[in-house]
């Protein structure tokens, strides 16, 4: 997880990002959803969220000798 900027002061902000390598798990169940709360000074968030679907598409490829 990476915060930009590092510290926070007051009235300010900051943004969180993180990476997820998506595995053939994710695509066989069709999709991926992603949670997160903040918290801080005893308060914390309400939870959001965000799924992104996996489009499929099956095909196979034959080649002829």
């Known amino acids: 997880l990476t915060r930009s900027p590092p510290g926070t002061t007051i009235g300010s902000s900051a943004s969180c990002t993180n990476t997820h390598a998506i595995t053939q798990a994710d695509l066989d169940n ?36």
């Open 30 to 65: 069709g999709s991926i959803t992603n949670k997160a709360t903040a918290s801080g000074n005893g308060a914390t968030s309400n939870e959001a969220t965000a799924t992104v679907t996996a489009t499929q598409t099956k095909s196979i490829a034959l080649a002829k000798r």
